[in-house]
T-cell receptor, first 116, second 115 residues
């Protein structure tokens, strides 16, 4: 079975500061990893994804994440945040199964609040 | 127009009432899902369907049922609503390309309050 743990439920930061949102996963098979963002009163939208290849993946709005297989982590980073980055961020893992496809399992979410 | 549309967006109801949440999609995807979001718990899978004739329980299916009326439509029903079903509900779709990565495309959510 696969699982995801987001290590921080809330992360407050000041505008223009760097931020890291931490995510650890467990899975017994090859995985695909995702970060989704949920702005207030909206659905979830894809921020970035790791499928294969380079372990550093870049997403929208200046975010990036690094896949670390040995530490089973997929932390999300941004060098300088804006007020508009205030949102809830979800890490998700998908296990690939040749016969039945894949299903996403989500972490508990991290509320990022950017203060002026 | 949104690719994944949920109705209603907000609903307040009373304990014991039957409620249906509807989802329609224009992405042409075969796979559809219903998730529930609660603060501090993330998203939990209620039911999913990989095609019109396929229905599967997720991790929290008790108290819920679903119907896949067509490739584009997937509805979630609460036969007798109870207060702990108060939550934000999301419909999502995914494609079936190879490899199937599981990437989901979400609707905007349906907020249900059970009094």
């Amino acid at each position: 079975a696969q699982s995801v743990t987001q290590l921080d439920s809330q992360v407050p930061v000041f505008e223009e500061a760097p931020v890291e949102l931490r995510c650890n996963y467990s899975s017994s098979v090859s995985v695909y990893l995702f970060w989704y963002v949920q702005y207030p009163n909206q659905g979830l939208q894809l921020l970035l994804k790791y499928l294969s290849g380079s372990t550093l993946v870049k997403g929208i709005n200046g975010f990036e994440a690094e896949f670390n297989k040995s530490q089973t982590s997929f932390h999300l980073r941004k060098p300088s945040v804006h007020i508009s980055d205030t949102a809830e961020y979800f890490c998700a893992v998908s296990d690939y199964r040749e016969t039945s496809g894949s299903r996403l399992t989500f972490g508990e979410g991290t509320q990022l609040t950017v203060n002026p | 127009d949104a690719d994944v549309t949920q109705t209603p967006r907000n609903r307040i109801t009373k304990t014991g009432k039957r409620i249906m949440l509807e989802c329609s999609q224009t992405k042409g995807h075969d796979r559809m899902y219903w998730y529930r979001q609660d603060p501090g718990l993330g998203l939990r899978l209620i039911y999913y369907s990989f095609d019109v004739k396929d229905i599967n329980k997720g991790e929290i299916s008790d108290g819920y049922s679903v119907s896949r009326q067509a490739q584009a439509k997937f509805s979630l029903s609460l036969e007798s609503a109870i207060p702990n079903q108060t939550a934000l509900y999301f419909c999502a779709t995914s494609g079936d390309g190879q490899p199937n990565t599981g990437e989901l495309f979400f609707g905007e959510g349906s907020r249900l309050t059970v009094l």
